[in-house]
């Protein structure tokens, strides 16, 4: 009876009732629609690498469009505070949507086709401050994380199910494909088969950009719990008033907070200086083929998160952030040591060439749900008062992310040609993001030390029931 009841939790949803309810299955949907047009949209380098030539300086495109994405963040966290978050959401979406159907004519370039990928990237990362917006205000606080946590585990599982199918894809219209001169036969069962080998990259594109636009008309469905009847006269004015309006959130007293960024940049810097030189390090250092490569990168950690996220999005709700985040990042960081580790250990016992990379992406991929359901969904709730501070804190985060990524990747580079071992790097990331989980813990003591909330749920009842004040620790 107990094991059939755990079989039964993993399939159901979080206990929702009314609009809640109904903003989940939307919610799944579009998270479903989305990871599917991600995982298409993975393999996108590849075809610009192998069907269109791309130079080594066009592969960066999509990562510094998607920087340019965080940094806009920062000033539309302000612009949609007290405005209807669903329009900040669903424009950037459908945009994004077109640029991916617009890929599959952008063919002939693999500079525009690159950018177009990048532009889509920008585009949706603009959306997520109001996201995470729309998720507060719908789903209760105690079970936000539990109905996060559902919504990403099977989405986990859509994405590696679509990178791989759409790989595999790649790969027989690439064998397939008849040759400029055309001289070669066709297909064997007609012309149909021939023609989809010949256009099988621009086909996925188009499915890609067709779930992309489906999946933000899903979301656009959405009932979005806020009183639009509210609304200040003291909007800002201009970019520049937004900018310091956002930059408030980092002056205006919540010290906690500015610690809760500390942490971030200090676990996002220390991830991002390693994470480009994994495929590195797989392929050259560990001797793994483009299979080993493409499982341990992708399938291991997603199916892992499959497995856990679900479990652990209730855990969430009811455990202190800076505990969560102490075992999210000490779990991470694990996973780069021990693929720094692997090559000396392997030498001394060979069956750690696979064991311990394994071992390590399920650590990973166990807590990689946890991470993504933290960072950008509802780790800014534990600090961000009730109503229009939600989109600004989160606005704040995604500033972040992009700094990181800035000047991760530039030092990243700076090492990279002053020699430095890849395995150096795992080695020193992982150990700062082991440190990073530490942090976390310390700040959970001092928190309880001074009487701080314990979780997401008792900060928000604090808050509407003693006042600002009982919310705020410096």
């Not at 989305?34 to 030539?53: E, R, S």
């Not at 900040?88 to 525009?112: D, E, R, Y």
């Not at 999005?313 to 969560?324: A, E, F, K, M, Q």
Request: hydrophobic share 50%.
């Amino acid at each position: 009876m107990a094991r059939r009841s755990v079989a039964v939790e993993f399939f159901c949803g979080p206990p929702l009732s009314g609009n809640a309810r109904r903003t989940f299955r939307l919610h799944l949907g579009y998270a479903l629609l989305d990871a599917t047009a991600g995982g298409i949209l993975l393999n996108a380098p590849i075809v610009a690498i192998k069907a269109f030539q791309a130079a080594n300086w066009h592969l960066p495109l999509r990562e510094l469009f998607a920087g340019i994405g965080m940094i806009a963040s920062l000033y539309l966290g302000v612009r949609m505070a007290r405005r209807a978050k669903m329009p900040f959401v669903f424009i950037p979406g459908v945009l994004a949507g077109i640029c991916s159907v617009s890929m599959a004519a952008a063919t002939g370039s693999a500079f525009w086709f690159l950018t177009l990928l990048g532009f889509g990237a920008m585009l949706e990362i603009i959306a997520r401050p109001a996201i995470t917006s729309i998720l507060r205000l719908n789903y209760p606080v105690d079970h936000r994380g539990h109905a996060v946590g559902e919504v990403r585990k099977w989405s986990s599982l859509a994405f590696v199910v679509s990178s791989v199918l759409s790989a595999w894809l790649l790969h027989w219209g690439a064998g397939h494909a008849r040759p400029a001169s055309g001289v070669e036969p066709g297909l064997l069962g007609g012309g149909g088969l021939q023609w989809s080998a010949d256009h099988m990259a621009q086909m996925l594109m188009v499915l890609a950009g067709l779930l992309n636009l489906a999946s933000f008309l899903c979301f656009r469905q959405i009932r979005v719990e806020e009183d639009l009847s509210i609304r200040r006269c003291d909007l800002p004015r201009g970019i520049g008033s937004s900018f310091r309006e956002a930059l408030r959130v980092l002056t205006a007293g919540n010290g906690r907070f500015r610690r809760y960024l500390l942490g971030c940049f200090l676990d996002g810097f220390c991830q991002m200086l390693y994470l480009p030189l994994i495929w590195v390090f797989l392929s050259r250092d560990l001797g793994f083929g483009y299979v080993g490569c493409s499982v341990l990168m992708h399938a291991v950690p997603a199916l892992a998160a499959f497995a856990a996220t679900g479990a652990l999005g209730r855990v969430l709700d009811r455990t202190n952030p800076w505990i969560s985040w102490s075992w999210i990042r000490g779990l991470w960081g694990l996973d780069a040591i021990l693929l720094a580790a692997t090559p000396v250990c392997a030498a001394v016992f060979p069956p750690a060439l696979v064991a311990l990379p394994v071992l390590g992406r399920l650590l990973r991929g166990s807590v990689q749900g946890a991470w993504w359901i933290m960072w950008w969904q509802v780790g800014v709730t534990y600090f961000a008062p009730p109503g229009e501070d939600t989109s600004r804190y989160m606005g704040v985060m995604v500033f972040l992310n992009g700094a990181i990524r800035l000047l991760a990747s530039a030092a990243g580079m700076v090492l990279a040609a002053a020699s430095v071992p890849p395995g150096v790097l795992l080695l020193a990331g992982g150990l700062g993001v082991v440190l990073s989980g530490a942090y976390s813990l310390w700040q959970a003591s001092w928190e309880r030390r001074h009487r701080g909330p314990e979780t997401m749920t008792e900060f928000e009842h604090r808050w509407n029931g003693e006042g600002r004040e009982a919310s705020r620790l410096d």
